[in-house]
């Protein structure tokens, strides 16, 4: 796994999957909220398995 999640990108993966993990024990209280996890765990890593498949890499560290 090579990094291709980069700053910003990571930041917002990292609010939106809290947020969504959040509303799973505060707010409507449904189990959607688990799917934060996702987002949380991507940003975390800095590995998105979809942006290999898309062609797409926001890490701004150029391939060696």
Do not use: H
């Amino acid at each position: 796994m090579s990094v291709n999640v980069g700053g910003l990108d990571r930041i917002l993966r990292i609010i939106v999957g809290i947020v969504l993990i959040a509303l799973v024990f505060v707010g409507p209280q449904t189990p959607w909220g688990w799917i934060g996890i996702v987002p949380l765990a991507t940003g975390l890593f800095k590995f998105c398995p979809f942006y290999p498949l898309l062609g797409l890499n926001t890490c701004p560290i150029s391939k060696e």
